[in-house]
């Protein structure tokens, strides 16, 4: 078996650059004016992480509230935007209006938020760079094995990574690396010779690991083969007899170790193992999906649930998300709308806690690209000018264009609000309600 490499290659640029030092100028939003010294914001919004990092691809970032027409503020080295004015009160439309250094625009748009501070939702969680620090080595054999050139074995552990070198009858050697020592998990798993589908897995817990140390002896017991099955069936008949998608995922760490399959109209069954040790702790996550978010008018419906020990599961999806306006139609025959008076409107599932609309060039990078964010009560936007001394693009130009839309609900939120928390994180193991719709329109 040649060296294999055990996870892929992390992008190392984010977590590597600080932010740079950008010039923070005076308030620019008309009435807003300079803050009198010590005094505490009436507003105060947190861009993503994922911006913050990357600031100095932008040559100028702002926060504008309503329109912008009244008030807006640069944002500032540590990506944050503060607003003094007491008449800035109640639920407030917050726009990120984001002018990269080749001058194209991305404008990211909160409807109705209502706290006085305000974390922005990222779309991505910023990786950490890989370790090149040698914590040790750890050696053992995968046995039970029936055909040893079909193993693949995954180290897992916060701050590790590890390089494996294998061979035939299924011993191997992995390079632990990270920066200060610890405790990891092996994982391995057998496939079949001709597909990739997972025959039986095993797991070694709680392994420490130290610099200049080799841990031997570390042998994995393929001893969990897939002849368990759940039972999956769906409450409220959404998908009326439509074909399916089922999986279950095994997770550890955050990280997927396997999944089973089956496709096919509910009911039906899915493969799964026994949740004996040393998997005792484990909590499956199923995801069951149906349709295609291009293809018109339901596009696709998925559900991730967590099922733990049990032999059956009823998942419950939402109803398809719909785009009322402008008119969309697919990539090959795109509808036509105006650019005039041009208005974004959908129609959800009334139980998602939130609704996202995306208005952008159906190819690369546009002039200007929009994403709406809107608790369940809204059902439209209407993009408005923008600032024309901060904006090179102020509206839309004419041309082809996606609009995507996708209605959430989140077994880990009490509503649309916690999004802006700071603190609601993406939780492998917390229910996840999705509908999706991707069309096309040519604006004139």
């Known amino acids: 078996m040649t060296q294999t490499r055990l996870i892929p290659l992390l992008v190392l640029l984010f977590a590597a650059c600080h932010p740079p030092k950008i010039d923070d100028p005076r308030p620019d939003a008309g009435e807003g004016g300079a803050p009198d010294a010590g005094t505490s914001p009436s507003f105060t919004v947190h861009i ?3 911006i913050r990092a990357t600031l100095r691809f932008y040559s100028n970032v702002h926060v504008l509230l309503g329109d912008g027409s009244r008030f807006r503020e640069p944002v500032d080295s540590s990506g944050v935007a503060r607003f003094h004015d007491p008449s800035i009160t109640g639920p407030q439309d917050v726009s990120l209006v984001m002018v990269s250094s080749t001058g194209t625009v991305q404008v990211n748009t909160y409807l109705a938020i209502n706290r006085a501070e305000v974390w922005l939702p990222g779309s991505a969680a910023l990786n950490s760079a890989i370790s090149w620090k040698k914590q040790g080595t750890i050696t053992g054999r995968v046995t039970g094995t029936t055909s040893p050139q079909s193993l693949s074995v995954v180290l897992i552990g916060k701050g590790f990574h590890g390089f494996l070198t294998g061979a035939a009858d299924g011993s191997f050697s992995i390079d632990v690396q990270g920066d200060e020592r610890g405790r990891v998990d092996l994982f391995a798993r057998e496939t079949e010779l001709t597909g990739a589908k997972v025959l039986r897995v ?28 759940l039972d999956v069936t769906e409450q409220g008949n959404k998908l009326q007899g439509a074909e399916a998608r089922v999986s279950l995922r095994y997770i550890l760490g955050g990280q997927l170790l396997f999944s089973s399959s089956h496709d096919g109209k509910l009911p039906l069954s899915v493969p799964a193992i026994a949740l004996t040790g040393p998997f005792e702790t484990f909590t499956p996550v199923l ?41 969309v139609g697919t990539l090959e025959a795109p509808a ?63 041309g082809s264009y996606r609009v995507e839309a996708t209605a959430t609900w989140r077994g880990n939120a009490s509503g649309y609000e916690d999004s802006f928390t700071g603190t609601l994180l993406r939780d492998p193991y917390a229910e996840t309600r999705t509908t999706r719709l991707r069309a096309y329109v040519e604006l004139q």
């Open 48 to 50: 993503p992480d994922d």
């Open 202 to 229: 095993g797991l070694k817990k709680d392994i420490a690991v130290a610099a200049d140390t080799v841990v031997s002896g570390q042998d994995i017991a393929l001893d969990h083969p897939l002849d368990q099955s």
């Open 287 to 327: 995801r069951v999906s149906a349709g295609d978010a291009a293809n018109l008018p339901r596009g696709e419906v998925q559900t991730d649930m967590p099922v733990g020990r049990t032999s059956s599961a009823a998942v419950t999806l939402l109803s398809p998300v719909s785009i009322a306006s402008p008119a």
């Open 336 to 398: 036509s709308a105006s650019r005039s008076g041009l208005v974004l409107r959908w129609n959800h599932d009334a139980s998602a806690h939130m609704v996202e609309l995306e208005l952008a060039s159906k190819t690369g990078p546009g002039p200007l690209g929009w994403r709406v964010m809107a608790p369940a009560a809204v059902t439209s936007f209407t993009p408005f000018p923008l600032p024309a001394d901060i904006a090179p693009v102020t509206t839309f130009p004419a």
